[in-house]
């Protein structure tokens, strides 16, 4: 009777002691119990973006491929007014200047732009006559700038602003950095999937 006690608590020991065993090692190592996550896209920044990529996270450096071509951005502008912000990012091209503006307000509304550096222009009058086109001011202002990459400016600075749109939704701009000259610029607003966004190292 004794020995059969004996060999139910030794049987009872061994069990407690197999449970106690494999409770520390879940304990202990977590992870091997866990199912890895899912591949995930990239490109993919939120449910509202498609895979081209999220427009707001463009930076110096990314790759841009608009489908025919595929061009880099060189530097970027964050600019400020008060607390509103948005940026432009100088592209790699040859023979002129170009670069893309992010702006969020407070939907996002893309523009690609390309400097005229031949039209001597300031922004005065509340529209503006242009190449058979009338231009109406939309906004202007002033704010501060801060600079990444090559951009050809200071790291930071003011900056003054005039915004003109036509009634078939061409673009015409104005800006002037540190007290310069005004440079003008014309552009087209476009669609956020109109490129593939593929962000650098």
Known sequence: ??????????????????????????TQNPKQDATPPPPQDPFAASSTMDTAGDPRNI????MIDW???????RGTLRLSEGGYVWSEHF????GGKRWLSVDEDPDLELALWTGRPDLTMVPQGKTIELEGVTYKLE?????????????????????DYADYESA?????????FDHGSWEVSTGTKIAAGTFTIFPGS
Do not use: C, N
């Open 67 to 73: 489908g025919t071509e595929r061009t880099w951005i």
């Open 1 to 26: 009777m004794i020995e059969l006690l004996l060999l139910l608590l030794l049987i009872v020991g061994i069990v407690i002691g197999v449970l106690i065993y494999k409770q520390r090692s879940r």
């Open 168 to 176: 078939d939704g061409q673009l015409l701009a104005f800006e002037r």
């Open 59 to 62: 930076k110096a450096g990314d």
């Open 139 to 159: 906004e202007k202002g002033s704010g501060s700038y801060r600079s990444e990459g090559t951009t050809g400016l200071k790291a930071q600075g003011g900056m």
């Open 91 to 94: 592209l790699e091209v040859e």
